[in-house]
């Protein structure tokens, strides 16, 4: 058996944050409304950052701190619901920013805010047979540009950004994960191409639901898989980053000590896809992951999806 194990990570944020303040001069919203149902409080929106520039430099703050370059990496994938293009994707356009090898597997997925753990599933497989030994995972998101800003149930929620993580194989190592999908297009749905323009429109109380019930059922597998009796013997655990009331919920509903489960969304919002690597991102930063512990990571999102990894840094 093997695993992927994480080399680097990196991030990168449009420089324009927005607050909740400032949002409540285009919609009907307070600060206190938001925090309270949300745990947000500001956000970051890209203006002249595109999707392909915030994961170019998330990857290549990724690479460098990984010690490899663009002739290691045999695969690039990044998960993406907001390209900049249906076609040429992400993935291609950023073979041609990093200068990675005509040969390297390059393709965006689409899962919604599970993308990365779809990402890192996939480019750990493709890896046995890739023609290089290094991964690139992105999840990069321009979510600003996908939202109707007369919907305050909406609007408030989401930011755009971009995480990376270098990853290769560890054929000593072992992991565990869970994936499901669970189609469901009144949930959460970004209208396709045709006359009506697209915007995310979602069943938050649905979605409340979902989200609770998935999360707390993929961590007690992860858990059993792993042979751990609580979930309190992890070191880490970091959800998809939606909404503090989903992880406090799961927390407290899992009767976890305090501080197990990461959060940041108060700064930047639910940014789907990117948001458990620059999660991972701003952990590895500060000093708080070490080698040998067990990281315990879940997303849910559109599709509906979601998916989970225990792993060990």
């Given at each position: 058996m093997s695993a992927p194990h994480i080399l680097?990570?990196?991030?990168?944020?449009?420089?324009?944050?927005?607050?909740?303040?400032?949002l409540s001069h285009q919609v009907d919203t307070t600060d206190e409304w938001v925090y309270s149902r949300t745990g947000i409080h500001s956000r970051h929106f890209c203006t002249d950052?595109?999707?392909?520039?915030?994961?170019?430099?998330?990857?290549?703050?990724?690479?460098?701190?990984?010690?490899?370059?663009?002739a290691d990496i045999g695969v690039c994938l990044v998960g993406t619901f907001t390209p900049d293009f249906a076609s040429p994707s992400t993935a291609c356009l950023l073979q041609r920013e990093l200068g990675l090898e005509e040969d390297t597997l390059c393709f965006d997925l689409n899962a919604a805010c599970a993308g990365?753990?779809?990402?890192?599933?996939?480019?750990?497989?493709?890896?046995?047979?890739?023609?290089?030994?290094?991964?690139?995972?992105?999840?990069?998101?321009v979510i600003s540009r996908m939202m109707d800003m007369t919907d305050r149930n909406t609007c408030v929620l989401f930011g755009d950004g971009a995480g990376a993580a270098v990853i290769r194989r560890d054929e000593d190592a072992e992991w565990h994960t869970v994936f499901g999908s669970r189609g469901d297009p009144s949930s959460i749905r970004v209208q396709g191409p045709g006359p009506i323009p697209s915007?995310?429109?979602m069943d938050g109380k649905s979605v409340f639901r979902f989200a609770v019930e998935v999360v707390e059922q993929s961590i007690r597998q992860l858990l059993e898989a792993e042979g751990l009796?609580?979930?309190?013997?992890?070191?880490?655990?970091?959800?998809?980053q939606a909404n503090a009331r989903i992880i406090d919920y799961v927390a407290k509903r899992l009767?976890?000590?305090?501080?197990?489960?990461?959060?940041?969304?108060?700064?930047?919002?639910?940014?789907s896809a990117a948001s458990i690597p620059i999660a991972l991102d701003e952990l590895a930063?500060?000093?708080?992951?070490?080698?040998?512990?067990?990281i315990l990571t879940v997303g849910f999102g559109g599709g509906l999806t979601w998916a989970g990894a225990l792993l060990r840094w």
């Open positions: 680097a990570t990196g991030r990168c944020m449009p420089v324009r944050v927005v607050t909740n303040d400032e950052e595109t999707g392909v520039s915030l994961a170019a430099a998330a990857a290549r703050q990724a690479m460098e701190r990984a010690g490899v370059c663009a990365f753990l779809y990402g890192l599933k996939t480019a750990h497989a493709l890896l046995a047979d890739a023609p290089r030994p290094c991964a690139l995972v992105v999840g990069s998101e915007a995310i429109h009796a609580s979930v309190n013997d992890l070191d880490l655990v970091v959800c998809h009767n976890t000590r305090e501080g197990l489960f990461f959060k940041n969304m108060d700064r930047l919002g639910n940014t930063e500060a000093g708080w992951l070490r080698p040998g512990m067990r």
